[in-house]
């Protein structure tokens, strides 16, 4: 089907991926006329035909010309599903008025999304993006019947941790030993803690230098409840250390996918849940209460500070006396996860000095930058053969500049190429003018070393024109050493 011909009615359009593509950016410039428009609305289908109800679209016609709705065209990858309206078309959509039709789809097996094409004749259309849910008895019963509550089976021994004892581990060597951050620690204050949308208000007010600290405090803050909470989910019940000379190593499944939650300088809190209580309290018939959890014994909890990060395991250095135990440490533990605030601290403490960087730096006045020559006067020769067509647009748009300073962002689930695309977009940069200055920035180690690795292998950069960067905590190898 060409956009802009003529569709029967009650029509059905199927595509492959390719097509679906490069379709639906003309199809979404179909927007009908001035004053014509359709309301926006998700489909609900089962898998059941019969069951399923249609949903109505109300056409509103605020023109001061009549229209005539002729057509009703679904356009979709799947082939399985079916298309019906009702009333039968042509409909007349009067000036200044409003009509309804009722859309019912069946066949779908499977959450999608598709375009509605509602045309007024050859000339007009109005295209709708829409997305179908279905739905069948089997899938309503897997619905919750109440609010999900998590149980704070923690609480208890988070409560009376502190009146355990605690026996220090050896720290690693960090970049920041020995600076002496004033000021105070910035801890998240309490009202924030139990009204997180107190701020809300504030942050919403538009950024300037009298409330810039107030500002990025209050979003530090906010981060470091969600950072505790999910380096918190890998809280680990009745586990064992493992001995490999200097360290004691601890492995946390599912580590290697969401590494840059735990970093080197982590403290972590062990406990052996098997070491009975040591002040039992009687009830009062004389019995003893049942033991309380480990972490709130007055019993010795041990520190092991994170010295390196391996996959899914981590290299822990405790109190020597604990290491060189086993009769301590080849027990099972209870673990309990912490956040480092130092990097937190750190940024704390740069907003309270941020009146001495200056209005002119924080809140620079933007000069226009003229665009660079189009890619389509100067054809990309693209160094990856491999990437697909909307990577190589993303490259070009990167390339030309053409909304400079404007930056771009490339977003996408995993697996999508993002990476190869920010490869090839240096490259592309790096090639056509050497002089420039690159800084590749990243939230991890580990991504940064990717970049670095694929830039290197790439064969385009000359030896002594990248550096990488690397933080004096990191002790293992290097891939490029």
Known sequence: WIPGTPIGHNTIMMASLSQYDLLREKLKGYRGAPGLSVSEKEITTTTVPSATEGTVFVVKNESNEDYTLQECVLFMVDPTVKVQHTPTLPLLVDKKSEASIVVTISGATQVTKGYLIFGFGSDIKYCLEIKVNVTSDIIKSLFPNEEFIRKKNKSDYQKKLSKAVEVDGKKPRMSGDGINIPGGPNIVPGTLRHRQKSCLPSLAEPLAMENYSDHFHKLLWLDEMKRE????????????????????????????????????????????????????????????????????????????????????????????????????WDKKHDVMFT??????????????????????????????????????????????????????????????????????????????????????????????DTSCKILACTPSNSAADLLAERLHSSGHIEEGSMIRLNALMRSQALPLA
């Open 339 to 432: 956040l480092n605030r130092g990097p937190l601290m750190r940024m704390h403490k740069a907003l309270d000095n941020v009146q001495q960087v200056g209005e002119t730096i924080l809140f620079p006045t933007v000069k226009p930058h003229p665009p660079l020559p189009s890619p389509s006067h100067i054809p990309l020769e693209f160094i990856n053969p491999t990437l697909n067509l909307q990577q190589r647009r993303a490259v070009e748009a990167i390339v030309s500049g053409a909304c400079r300073p404007i930056p771009y962002i490339l977003f996408g689930p995993p697996g999508t190429g993002k990476t190869v695309t920010v490869v090839e977009s240096i490259l592309q940069v790096y090639k056509r």
């Open 229 to 328: 909470g999910n380096i918190r989910k890998y809280d680990m019940f009745s586990v064992r250390l493992v001995n490999e000379g200097v360290y004691l190593c601890l492995d946390v499944p599912g580590l290697a996918k969401r590494k840059e939650e735990v970093m080197v300088g982590d403290k972590l809190i062990f406990s052996n849940p098997e070491v009975p209580s040591e002040e039992p309290v009687p009830d009062g018939g004389g019995a003893q209460q049942e033991a309380v959890p480990a972490f709130a014994k007055r019993a010795k909890n041990y520190i092991g500070y994170v010295h390196q990060i391996a996959g899914e395991r981590l290299k822990l250095s405790f109190n020597h006396k604990f290491h060189e135990s086993r009769e301590l």
